[in-house]
């Protein structure tokens, strides 16, 4: 009502109070629409009707007196109205606006702008027909708002299949313009409806089709309409049938959805899914795959994982797979391997397993850990590649590599003693012989004689020697036996008992008694003699000598140590030559120097190792490693 005069605004209001409804009149901020607008002026019905009015304590703003404009979706709707210089229309009842005496009666609440800074309110008393127009006209407007705002796009068709009404999203779907789509059949050829197989759509099938031929209502029908580029856009449809009032068949509305992205990422998905399975396929037939759970136990396993492990399926479902555990690796290589799967990363290593009927297995083995939906581990992927050939045959070549260093040195052994001695031996027999021609008297030729006959008992010495080298060979395929290693030190002990006793020796044997060892028998007794007659032959002859002979067995291997307190060695002055040919290294009469090089010839036969720690005057150790199972690291 700006620009307006007095008596202008006088005539408007003696206009309204004449008139028999509720008018109001709200400033409002310039452009648009606040609920905080200030009443301006209210006609003498709406002050009859209205009590806060009479008071006037309260803020007289049209939020206050008409509560429900403060909705949302209401404020959306009057400005819209405003934009556009259209009115607001709600029917209510003015039990909902605390008007007196009129409770439950249904009324027109009209809102209208008049100006840019004023809007008018007009509550006027519906007749029947009048509120059924109203409210139908109401129900449509919602309606079509609704249809509207909806994703899906909507399409209604008459009996005869003619669309006649779709909704701005059909035609967003369907990237067509709403007047082509209105007034077109919806089974006319130029949809080009398909498949799933790329075929034409049969007309009878399709969703609209059955709920007019059969009053039935379609859910979740899939297929596809080709557009004018060639490309298929997939719609997942719902139809269902529509009835007038007495019951009869009017048309058939239809709700669809693009669903070409997902589609085609469902297709996608199919197709990885086909890979994955192909994939999973030629890992079980050509892999040994286990699954386990968090803590490790097993809950799946495929065939080849019991054909390996020997075990069936219900022996192994449930297990942890210590079962397969070949006491081979340290804590630690488990500790390691259970820490980087836990964190998430994938273990790869070759592990050694033993079967339920006792065999040796190597794997390569990759283990994957796999997640819930919260992203946590809730089990372990294995798979494993068995490698017992492999590992075998890099062993063998080790083994050989082995044998022929330790050859090539007894080689260079033999080759020493024949080159050398056998060489000494006879350049002194030709000397000898030669003296002997030479000389005259009787006295001459008998001293020369002894000293032949000497010569001869050193070459015999000598080649003794060759023959203990070469027997070391010969007896490497002789049969193992299982021997009890107390067993064979006591059988030592009581060979040399003469010369322990006569040298006042104390001997002191810490072997438990179940430790037994595979071995060439011949051999192990050859290396106990050899080492603790050389600790009694080295013994220093006074109060308090001892010998002590200890054993302990770990990882598959057994430790012997021979302990001694007599001359000792001098290792910085002799270690390279403790187990070399003809060394000794004290002035005992009974010296050759072949004990300790046929004594680690024959450890080293079998799979083994020896060392010595010796300090000159305290005493020496000669610590000996076996396998407890030479003929798995030892045969090539």
């Not at 999203?169 to 089974?187: D, G, K, P, V």
């Not at 019951?247 to 998905?269: H, M, P, W």
């Not at 260093?405 to 031996?425: C, E, P, T």
Request: with cysteine.
């Amino acid at each position: 009502m700006s620009g307006t005069n007095n008596s202008d605004r006088n005539l408007f209001f003696g206009f309204a109070n004449q008139l028999n409804h509720s008018v109001f009149l709200f400033e409002t901020k310039e452009g648009s629409f606040d609920v905080s607008a200030k009443l301006v002026f209210a006609n003498e019905k709406a002050k009859e009707t209205h009590p806060n009015l009479k008071t006037g304590n309260d803020p007289m703003t049209i939020g206050f007196l008409f509560p429900f404009l403060m909705e949302l979706g209401n404020q959306n709707q009057i400005h819209s109205c405003f934009q556009n210089n259209t009115n607001f229309e709600e029917v209510i009842t003015i039990s909902g606006l605390h008007f007196e005496k009129t409770n439950h009666q249904n009324f027109l609440f009209t809102l209208s702008r008049i100006s840019s800074t004023h809007c008018t309110v007009l509550i006027e008393r519906l007749s029947d027909v009048l509120l059924a127009e109203k409210a139908l006209k109401q129900k449509e407007t919602k309606l079509n708002r609704f249809l509207k705002t909806m994703i899906n796009g909507v399409v209604v068709v008459n009996t005869e299949g003619q669309i006649l009404y779709a909704n701005d999203s059909a035609a967003n779907i369907l990237e067509l313009e709403l007047e082509t789509i209105e007034n077109r059949y919806f089974s006319s050829r130029e949809w080009k409806q398909i498949d799933a197989n790329g075929d034409p759509y049969p007309i009878e099938k399709l969703p609209l089709a059955i709920a007019l031929g059969k009053g039935e209502t379609v859910y979740n029908c899939e297929h596809g309409i080709v557009s004018e580029g060639g490309k298929p856009k997939w719609l997942n449809v719902n139809a269902t049938p529509i009835y007038d009032e007495e019951g009869n068949l009017e048309g058939a509305t239809a709700s669809f959805l693009d669903v070409t992205e997902l589609k085609n990422t469902q297709n996608t998905i199919q197709l990885q899914n086909k890979k994955l399975t192909s994939i999973l396929d030629a890992i079980e037939r050509s892999a040994i795959v286990s699954v386990t759970d968090a803590n490790g136990n097993i809950t799946r396993v495929n065939s080849k994982f019991l054909n390996l492990c020997g075990y069936s399926e219900c022996e192994i479902i449930g297990k942890n797979h210590r079962i397969l555990n070949a006491a081979y690796h340290p804590k630690e290589f488990w500790s390691a391997l259970w820490k980087e799967i836990k964190s998430g990363h994938t273990w790869e290593g070759i592990i050694k397993n033993k079967s339920k009927d006792g065999n040796y297995f190597w794997l390569q083995t990759f283990i994957h850990p796999l997640y819930d939906e919260k992203n946590q581990i809730e089990s372990f992927l294995s798979i494993r590649f068995d490698i017992t050939e492999e590992i075998e045959a890099l062993e063998n070549t080790k083994r050989m590599l082995h044998f022929t260093g330790i050859q090539n040195n007894r080689l260079q052994n033999f080759a020493y003693i024949v080159s050398h001695n056998i060489r000494q031996h006879s350049s002194n027999f030709t000397s000898l012989v030669q003296l002997l021609e030479d000389s005259n008297p009787e006295e001459d030729k008998t001293k020369i004689i002894q000293m032949l006959h000497a010569s001869s008992v050193q070459l015999e010495e000598t080649i003794t020697h060759l023959n203990d080298i070469i027997s070391i060979n010969q007896m490497l395929n002789k049969p193992m036996e299982i021997c009890s290693l107390r067993n064979e030190v006591d059988k030592t002990l009581t060979i040399l008992k003469g010369s322990i006793e006569s040298r006042n020796i104390q001997v002191e044997v810490r072997i438990p008694n179940e430790i037994e060892c595979k071995t060439i028998p011949a051999y192990l007794e050859s290396i106990l003699l050899n080492l603790i007659s050389n600790a009694v032959k080295y013994v220093r002859l006074k109060k308090g000598a001892f010998i002590r002979i200890e054993a302990t067995e770990k990882n598959e291997q057994i430790v012997f140590t021979v302990e001694d307190n007599g001359l000792g060695i001098n290792l910085q002055k002799h270690g390279n030559k403790i187990f070399g040919m003809f060394k000794t290294f004290h002035r005992n009469e009974d010296a050759r120097g072949i004990g300790l090089f046929i004594t680690k010839s024959q450890v080293e036969v079998l799979g083994g190792s020896i060392a010595l720690t010796s300090e000159e005057g305290k005493g020496s150790v000669f610590r000996v490693t076996l396998p407890k199972h030479p003929e798995r690291s030892l045969r090539a």
